[in-house]
């Protein structure tokens, strides 16, 4: 498969600020919020970290899935933020070659709540701070249509997941099945609930 993506143009001054006021307004009453995709080209990193600082200002978690211009979002004191990256992405950011030293240097330089990592069909890893790093291993899944929105879908499912209750490694669980269940379809960003609890079954935490 092969996803063409267009060069994006920077974002204008004044549709950041009108972008920051509409943030600020939701936020009175949304339960968090997430930053979903890379900058536009040309755009400053000073986007995604003032809206990083808006959540931690409002004591909303923030889930951040970006590869980069995300190093200031990171390091924002007092947010309860979520990093779900995949593994490519994470061994850039910290500069390290293998999980436990990419995920060590993530607790030690970032003030990240909860990291949590992909790695396509192959095992994924999450922690939480102060909590030990923890392997998931998921199953095969056979019928794969595409894989387009998946990222995105394990985005929603573990953010509204996340603040209802559901501990940050079960509401992994759920997303990667979810994400997973994604790619039976069509479409993107769609699943089954049948099949997303057939694959959450399978799904082991180590």
Request: hydrophobic share 45%; proline share 6%.
């Amino acid at each position: 498969m092969t996803e063409l993506i267009e060069p994006s143009a920077a974002v204008p001054e004044d549709a950041a600020k009108e972008m920051d006021r509409a943030l600020l307004k939701a936020l009175e009453h949304a339960g968090g919020m997430a930053i979903m995709g890379s900058l536009p080209d040309g755009s400053s990193p000073d986007l995604y970290t003032r809206w990083t600082e808006m959540a931690a200002a409002a004591q909303k978690p923030v889930l951040i899935d970006a590869g980069k211009g995300i190093e200031a979002s990171l390091k924002v004191p007092g947010a309860h933020s979520i990093l779900k990256v995949n593994m490519e992405e994470l061994n850039k950011l910290t500069g390290q070659s293998t999980p436990e030293s990419a995920f060590e240097y993530a607790m030690q330089m970032w003030t990240v709540r909860v990291l949590a990592v992909t790695d396509g069909p192959r095992s994924a890893y999450i922690q939480e701070r102060g909590r030990p790093l923890q392997v998931i291993h998921l199953p095969k899944v056979d019928g794969v249509v595409s894989p387009l929105g998946a990222g995105d879908t394990a985005d929603a499912v573990f953010l509204a997941e996340y603040i209802h209750g559901t501990t940050p490694v079960e509401a992994f669980r759920l997303a990667l099945a979810a994400a997973s269940a994604n790619c039976l379809q069509k479409e993107a960003a769609v699943f089954a609930q049948h099949e997303m609890r057939r694959i959450a079954d399978g799904i082991t935490i180590r």
